[in-house]
């Protein structure tokens, strides 16, 4: 399979940072907690979508990837490709934890329901109204050569018009955010040496 | 049962996350629901938990939800009459 597809922009989280296309663009204050930086950097967007507060810590980070990485974009026909190494395991030791004392269950729903990592997805689609490919896969390390094929075989097969890919890890105040757009226009040669260069800032 | 209600409005702030709304936002018979607060279905879910876990109500009749559920005051109406702690 052969197609000429481009990495057209990108977005790292990670550290109380914010970088869209290596420059910075939102900064909270160092060693701050996930929760705080997160809400602020919400803030810091002007955007009014509640549902934001609702949100698992996983799922804001893609969230808020998303949000910076799409803004100005066009989203007709973007599909959604995510990997991360802990899955919704942040959320799942959180719902453990309300289930462990069987005198005093009260697991909360608002949990429960993001104990699936691709729920970040969805969280995605529905803020900007997608309707379109969208997978999640959890991998040890960032598998930047089935990601490339994947995003490939959505454009080459018509599935989609462009792809927002990428990493998206958070466990327990640890968290890494790596995410690009892959258009069939651009500058930068979507392959595995460029993906993985991504990794590398 | 002003104070209950007062307790509730907190809690329920509390509880669904309701960034950015006080007590004070909260008019004892502002729906919870549709274009009140709008709650939503899991928000829902997490009223029946807090009865449970707050006032010893377990509600196992999910019609009971929508005219409990109406707003607080109809909330604070049940709980005054059926709470076991």
């Not at chain 1, 799942?92 to 909360?108: E, G, K, M, Y």
């Not at chain 1, 968290?175 to 460029?194: C, F, I, M, S, W």
């Not at chain 2, 707003?71 to 109406?77: C, E, G, I, L, P």
Request: hydrophobic share 40%.
């Amino acid at each position: 399979m052969h197609t000429t597809s481009f990495i057209t922009k990108i977005v790292h989280l990670h550290d109380a940072s914010i970088k869209v296309g290596g420059q910075v663009v939102y900064e909270g204050e160092k060693d701050e907690p996930f929760a705080i930086f997160a809400k602020q950097a919400f803030k810091y967007l002007e955007v009014d979508y509640p549902k934001f507060y609702k949100m698992d810590a996983l799922s804001k980070m893609a969230f808020l990837g998303a949000e910076y990485i799409l803004q100005s974009e066009e989203k007709e026909g973007l599909a959604l490709v995510l990997a991360n190494r802990s899955g919704s395991l942040d959320t799942d030791v959180r719902h453990q934890q309300s289930i462990q004392d069987t005198a005093n269950i009260f697991p909360s729903p608002a949990t429960f329901v993001y104990t699936l990592s691709n729920i970040c997805l969805g969280e995605i689609s529905i803020r900007h109204q997608l309707q379109t490919e969208n997978a999640f896969f959890v991998f040890e390390e960032y598998p930047a050569d089935f990601m490339q094929k994947y995003a490939d075989y959505l454009l080459v097969s018509a599935k989609a018009k462009r792809v927002l890919c990428g990493w998206v890890e958070y466990f327990q105040e640890k968290y890494r955010a790596v995410l690009y757009l892959v258009d069939q226009n651009g500058q930068k040669p979507h392959t595995t040496e460029n993906i993985n260069e991504l990794f590398e800032s | 049962m002003a104070e209950l209600k007062e307790e509730l409005k907190g809690k329920i702030i509390e509880v669904l996350n309701l960034e950015d709304v006080a007590v004070e936002d909260i008019q004892d018979d502002d729906a919870l629901f549709g274009d009140g607060l709008g709650l939503d279905s899991i928000d829902a879910l997490e009223l029946i938990v807090l009865m449970d876990k707050e006032y010893g109500i377990k509600l196992s009749d999910p019609k009971q939800g929508k005219s409990i559920f109406q707003s607080v005051q109809t909330m604070a109406d049940y709980i005054a009459a059926n709470r076991t702690k």
